[in-house]
């Protein structure tokens, strides 16, 4: 999976997703979550021209895409609409419901 088949929200939808309680609710790690941060990361990657990325842009593009497969891969059984496996993966820049 590449990144922009990973990444499905705009900057701007992702910017809104994480001001969210249910964005918040979710995810590991002290304080800020690791997705949550890797969210407002990939903000910044989103609104970046191509040609001005770094290479740690381009490593935590990666990193996006690999965890947003994997995760896709659990998906639950029923509706997951309010779930916390949609909210991680949003935190992630991807909407499972798109």
């Known amino acids: 999976m590449e990144f922009s088949d990973a990444v499905n929200m705009t900057p701007k939808e992702l910017e809104d997703w994480l001001e969210t309680d249910e964005s918040k609710s979710v995810g ?11 969210g407002r990361r990939i903000v ?9 990325l770094t290479d740690a ?3 935590h593009m990666t990193k996006v895409a690999g965890y947003v497969a994997r995760h ?9 609409t309010e779930t916390k496996w949609r909210y991680s993966l949003m935190n992630w820049g991807h909407d499972p419901l798109k």
């Not at 910044?44 to 001005?52: A, N, P, V, Y």
């Not at 896709?72 to 997951?80: C, K, W």
């Open 28 to 38: 590991v790690g002290e304080g800020e979550s690791v997705g949550h941060r890797s």
């Open 57 to 59: 842009d381009h490593d």
């Open 44 to 52: 910044e990657i989103l609104r970046t021209k191509k040609g001005d």
């Open 72 to 80: 896709s891969a659990q998906r639950p059984d029923g509706d997951v």
